[in-house]
């Protein structure tokens, strides 16, 4: 399989992350940066050699060398630049939240599939190989009881927040908030391991510029509910855990699930629970699966898989949409 021409939108570090991932995978080039600063762009590209930098999206989406795109830029772009994109016959692999509500997901995969291409959203936890060994640990629990998935981390941007700016991922305008940003981390593992929530409700509490500071999200199914914490500013320190009638399966991190253990409820003995090692780079996971699927677009196992994905995030895409919808938080 000849390297696959990569495409990048975006000059944050979670670009770098990915374009170390792809090139690591040995199955990709980076061919061209898009940026609306020619300056920056060479500042960000020149780490990777001597790479070319577009300022104009049109022929950004037009350059036949490109065979995948990733797309990075703010929330509320992630659907217009995704749809440029499908159009251009790009395969897309578009940052989480791809879109701000079921429509725009729909649309984007209609597009892709009109123009025989793939486009995956980066819940890079969803490629990882520890969430199949995490999902076969649950079944070993002799019934769930309920789970908390936290994710609350601090955010240097608040900083600017509360000096009176408003930065992007802090912005109704480009689709930011908690939720949006980190929230939709736990909420794609509860509905990986658990399925789709009978009920789903949200209590945020809003910052000054009206998204959603920190917040709980309450995932209820039929025999038991899974509590999300989710918050930009502030910090918090506690692990997943999932409750069974015997014992409790402890995770590092809702998005990393790279160690595990169980502790007995009466004796509270610990047991460390096996999972794999995992890279460094788990972002390396996502690129290798978009790349494999496009080398094998034609087999059936990769059209199941590819319509798998692109249900869970439509699900995911859905719950997003009703919690923030539900809580009065509308973007621009």
Known sequence: MDKLGLGTIGTSWITDRFIDAALETDLYQLDCVYSRSKEKGKEFSSKYGDIQVETDLEAFMAKESLDVIYIASPNSLHYEQAIMALKAKKHVMVEKPASTNVDEWDEML?????????????????????????????????????????????????????????????????????????????IYTAVALFGEPEEAVYYPRKIRTGVDGIGTVILRYEAFDVTILVGKIATSSYEVEIYGSKETLIIDHVSHLETARKVDH????????????????????????????????????TKERYKELSNLARIVSGLLNQLLTQAGILFD
């Open 110 to 186: 209609r597009v892709a599939e009109e123009n025989d291409v793939f486009v995956l959203e980066a819940a890079k936890h969803m490629y990882i190989p520890n969430l199949k060994n995490v999902a076969n640990e649950i079944e070993k629990l002799e019934g769930v009881v309920g789970a908390t998935f936290p994710y609350v981390r601090y955010s240097s941007r608040y900083d600017n927040v509360l000096a009176g700016e408003e930065p992007n991922i802090f912005s109704l305008k480009f689709a930011g908030g908690a939720l949006m940003d980190l929230g939709v981390y736990p």
């Open 266 to 301: 009466q004796t509270l003995e610990e047991q460390e629970v096996h999972l794999e090692k995992q890279r460094e780079n788990s972002m390396f996971y996502e690129a290798e699966a978009l790349a494999k699927m496009i080398e094998t677009k034609d087999d059936l196992k």
